[in-house]
């Protein structure tokens, strides 16, 4: 009798819960700075940058301008423009006609897209 009232009453009695299985976590969701830009700018953006990269401004402003021609919307275009001209303005303490056009295209990259980061072709 002992032994059925020790089976009944483990058999009643609360089952402890499987061990839970660990949670993924999903992957972090890829920001669209992080991806090359979309349209008919992103060839433009991509050699603004290799020449931006090479300190070749003048070849730089080229190339954005067309990109932000081909796509006035884009922010990245808008804002990589922007800091070109703020480096053909650097030499100068004060501030210039390159520096105030920056700061133009900065906030115009700003309000298009106030999330858009740089990437410099990452």
């Known amino acids: 009798m002992l032994l059925a009232t020790?089976?009944?009453?483990?058999?009643?009695?609360?089952q402890a819960a499987p061990p839970a299985t660990p949670v993924q976590?999903?992957?972090?969701?890829?920001?669209?700075?992080?991806?090359?830009?979309?349209g008919p700018a992103n060839a433009?953006?991509?050699s603004g940058i290799a020449a931006f990269k090479k300190r070749?401004?003048?070849?730089?402003?080229?190339?954005?301008?067309?990109?932000?021609?081909?796509d006035p919307q884009s922010a990245a275009a808008a804002y990589y423009l922007g800091y070109?001209?703020?480096?053909?303005?650097?030499p100068s303490r004060r501030l210039n006609a390159?520096?105030?056009?920056?700061k133009e295209l900065f906030a115009k990259a700003f309000s298009l897209d106030p999330t858009f980061?740089?990437?410099?072709g990452r």
């Open 6 to 14: 020790v089976l009944l009453s483990a058999a009643l009695a609360p």
């Open 25 to 38: 976590e999903p992957a972090p969701a890829v920001k669209a700075a992080d991806l090359p830009s979309p």
């Open 56 to 70: 070749r401004f003048a070849a730089a402003r080229t190339e954005f301008e067309k990109a932000e021609a081909a």
């Open 44 to 46: 433009n953006i991509q």
């Open 117 to 120: 980061t740089p990437t410099w």
């Open 98 to 102: 390159n520096k105030e056009k920056a």
């Open 84 to 90: 070109t001209f703020y480096k053909l303005g650097e």
